[in-house]
């Protein structure tokens, strides 16, 4: 319920946000939502001097930008690389990690100074963005701290750079702001011309590199060694300086993904205000669910009664959601409550619908530090590059999918050192309703961990044969391309594509052989998003995910717009969408069935066993189910008429025998609903240690599966191939299945529900589920 008016003070300066919230959470009927408050106590920083190696001229522009000393993480990262150790930074948002690369790129440069002739190798840097909006930003940041200065000479070279601009970069530019998509398809592919850059590289930046997970961290990853075996081609060795978010062993993360033994800095330096981090669950309500489970207020309700309190409050506050749609039915909800109050305060919350623009953009900032704005609600995708200062609370509705993308987020709070708060706020799934419970899995050290799969056959061979193209591949390369580089090659030889001949493989084809890789995406052509009726392409979805992403009747969000598709055709790979609004959103339903091909990894708990190995899967999007977005209810299910598909993947799995079955307890007619049950839970909980989300992963659960002739449960890799989700949960499967049976066990549900068993992709219906039994079933599978 809304305070009154006269609760707003005149000029909003709130002393404590976190006081606020408090009172919010004690108002009568809120009892159990505020389920944590962590406070963070401001943390001085830690200057450290500038190195000794640093050129004067260059600190003195750091100065000039009121960088008086360097922390100590920024020098422990730039010393490290200026000694030729390839180096991981993953400090907290905010924390200034530029500064680690920026000082040994720049140094280098400055010493080395201008050269004499255009194409003389003089020393070079790349600096490779997962998005191109972060590189230019990051131009921005190098052309002020580097204006002038001796030896620099830097250009973003992407999809939209002129020509002229691309061949001055060829011939002059030391410094190069890029994308890995550029690498793959222009730089890489015309890597003679490219001679002077990468054969002068010193450093080879990649920022945010916690992006690159999943198959496209594959992806990135070969297109990674693709790169350091021509820069070698050259005469370079470039050091690696990479930059991420903190995640679990980024060390590790960091040497996948280029192939390197990486060191890490993680001791972050820097000063941080007071601060804290709220987590809020939203109640248990009277609309019925699926079955007649009960259902949870949505999280978007939640927010948009946060964000009018807070507002009326005088708190400046953002809240972040998942869809644009989302994040103006949150700021229409707010501003319709606040005019209840008041019709003129109604001015104070911004529909921020805008779009991205910079200079929308700056526009909302100016009026949110101007306190013209109190509030607003915006989407996701303001998260990188935006730059709001001064905010005292940010609302995350429903978990961002990483802890990195969380702290990235609240971290908007709070940063001229006023204290702050961030909330987030539970969606009605196992993921969220677990973090809720469980401060210590956002606020210790980190387990969820930025995975990829290099060797998956399907993503090393296109890049096999795009590197056979740049330069011809001897035996001694193929050591680069990891273990099972060998195959790879002798496969692309026999379909042709690539012959042997005394100097190595190479491309037998006239066309481009990097076309055979789209590195965002996998499994075949993508399906075209064509809108109705202009014909304009929005964009593209996976083949593996088009079946369930854009079938007809699907609700599917384009950068954060709504669209229903209004035809899928397979035959063209189009998806014929209409732009619409309708109030429900739209969850496809797959039955699955799976093979095992080979077992590659087994523990043993007893007479229970976890095995990791490839497998073959049957997939069918069997229907949809549609739900309304205020109120989560669901409406109706319908059915589609789609093939099954055939997905070569990876999973893990894990089996009790009969005794064991017997032994947990659980009456026979209920195994099939228990072991269903903890299916569900253990997809719903795997994104907490693994990079991903359960739209990435898939599971099948059998009392008697006839491959291992046991109890078993599946989850595997939605890629083909796999993308390293399931090994990720093979390495971690203690833990993660340890949660996944607290996480049912904790539930406040009698019978299951969205924040426990049920799952909105089943299709099955959620039929048959058995809560209890599947925490009897796990209880007899986790060792002692
Ligand atoms: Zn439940
Ligand atoms: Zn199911």
Redesign the pocket.
């Known amino acids: 319920m809304p305070i009154p008016a006269s609760a707003l003070p005149p000029h909003p300066d709130p002393a404590d946000p976190v006081a606020r919230l408090e009172r919010l959470a004690a108002q009568p009927g809120h009892d159990g939502r505020l389920t944590h408050v962590e406070r963070l106590p401001a943390r001085d920083g830690r200057p450290s001097p500038w190195p000794t190696w640093a050129p004067a001229e260059v600190v003195e522009r750091f100065r000039a930008h009121g960088i008086e000393w360097p922390w100590s993480h920024q020098v422990d990262t730039a010393d490290r690389a200026w000694r030729g150790r390839h180096v991981v930074v993953a400090t907290g948002t905010g924390s200034g990690k530029s500064l680690g690369y920026l000082l040994p790129g720049l140094g280098t440069l400055a010493t080395a100074g201008a050269p004499v002739r255009p194409r003389d190798r003089t020393p070079t840097v790349l600096y490779v963005a997962p998005t191109k909006a972060l590189a230019h930003d990051q131009l921005a940041a190098l052309d002020a701290i580097g204006a002038g200065l001796d030896g620099l000479r830097a250009t973003a070279v992407d999809g939209d750079t002129p020509r002229s601009e691309r061949d001055w970069a060829r011939d002059h530019a030391t410094w190069v702001v890029t994308n890995p998509d550029m690498l793959h398809r222009s730089v890489l592919p015309s890597q003679a011309r490219w001679a002077r850059l990468l054969g002068g590289l010193a450093y080879v930046v990649m920022d945010e590199c916690h992006h690159y997970r999943g198959v496209f961290g594959s992806h990135v990853a070969q297109v990674l060694r693709r790169l350091r075996r021509l820069a070698a081609h050259h005469g370079a060795r470039p050091t690696f300086v990479l930059a991420s978010a903190t995640v679990a062993d980024p060390d590790a993360c960091a040497s996948t993904l280029t192939g390197l033994a990486v060191e890490a800095v993680t001791e972050d330096g820097s000063p941080r205000g007071a601060g804290a981090l709220a987590l809020w669950e939203p109640p248990l309500t009277e609309t019925a669910g699926e079955r007649g489970a009960p259902t949870r207020r949505p999280a978007t309700a939640e927010t948009a009664d946060l964000l009018t309190d807070l507002v009326l409050d005088g708190v400046r506050t953002l809240a972040f959601v998942r869809s644009r749609r989302g994040a103006e039915t949150v700021a229409l909800t707010a501003q319709r409550q606040l005019a209840e109050v008041d019709p003129d305060l109604r001015e104070l919350v911004a529909a921020y619908r805008g779009g991205y623009l910079p200079e929308d953009r700056r526009a909302l900032e100016a009026d949110l530090r101007a306190g013209r704005i109190v509030g607003a609600a915006a989407t996701n995708a303001l998260e990188l590059g935006v730059d709001l200062v001064g905010l005292d609370a940010v609302l995350v509705c429903g978990f961002p999918g990483t802890r990195a993308a969380l702290w990235q987020q609240v971290g908007r709070a709070g940063r001229r050192g006023r204290s702050s708060v961030g909330v987030l706020v539970a969606r009605d799934d196992p993921l969220d309703t677990y973090l809720v419970r469980h401060p210590e899995a956002l606020l210790g050290r980190p387990v969820e961990a930025t995975v990829s799969d290099p060797d998956n056959p399907y993503v090393l061979g296109p890049h096999l044969a795009a590197a056979a193209q740049e330069l011809p591949l001897t035996d001694d390369d193929l050591a680069l391309f990891g273990p099972r580089a060998r195959d790879g090659v002798e496969a692309l030889a026999a379909e042709g594509v690539l012959r042997r001949r005394a100097r190595g493989w190479f491309w037998t084809r006239r066309d481009r052989a990097c076309d055979l890789a789209d590195i965002r995406s996998t499994g075949g052509p993508p399906v075209q998003v064509v809108e109705s009726p202009d014909g304009r392409v929005l964009g593209t979805v996976d083949a593996a995910a088009a079946h369930s992403s854009v079938h007809t009747g699907a609700v599917h969000l384009h950068r954060g717009r709504t669209y229903v598709v209004l035809d899928l055709d397979l035959e063209a790979s189009v998806a014929l969408v209409e732009r619409s609004d309708p109030d429900w959103t739209t969850t496809a339903r797959e039955v699955t069935d799976i093979e095992v091909v080979e077992p590659r990894a087994r523990q043993r708990w007893g007479a229970a066993e976890v095995v990791l190995g490839s497998v073959q899967v049957t997939s069918q999007v069997v229907g949809y189910l549609r739900r309304r977005v205020l109120t989560g209810e669901v409406l109706g299910e319908e059915p589609l008429d789609l093939p099954p598909r055939q997905l070569r993947s990876t999973a893990v799995w894990w089996t009790l025998d009969a005794d064991q079955v017997v032994a947990s307890g659980v009456a026979a007619p209920d195994v099939p609903g228990a072991v269903h049950a903890a299916e569900h839970a253990s997809i719903g909980l795997l994104p907490l240690f693994a990079t991903c989300d359960r739209w990435d992963i898939g599971g099948v659960s059998t009392t008697l599966h006839r491959d291992t002739g046991r109890l078993t449960v599946f989850v595997y890799d939605g890629h083909p191939g796999g993308a390293g989700f399931a090994e990720r949960g093979y390495a971690v499967a203690e833990r993660w299945l340890r949660t996944t049976r607290d996480a049912i066990a904790a539930?406040?549900?009698r019978d299951?529900?969205p924040?426990?068993?049920q799952s909105p992709k089943c299709g099955n219906g959620n039929d048959p589920l058995h809560?209890a039994g599947a925490v009897r079933l796990l209880d007899v599978l986790l060792p002692g």
């Open positions: 539930c406040e549900c299951g529900c924040s426990c068993v809560k």
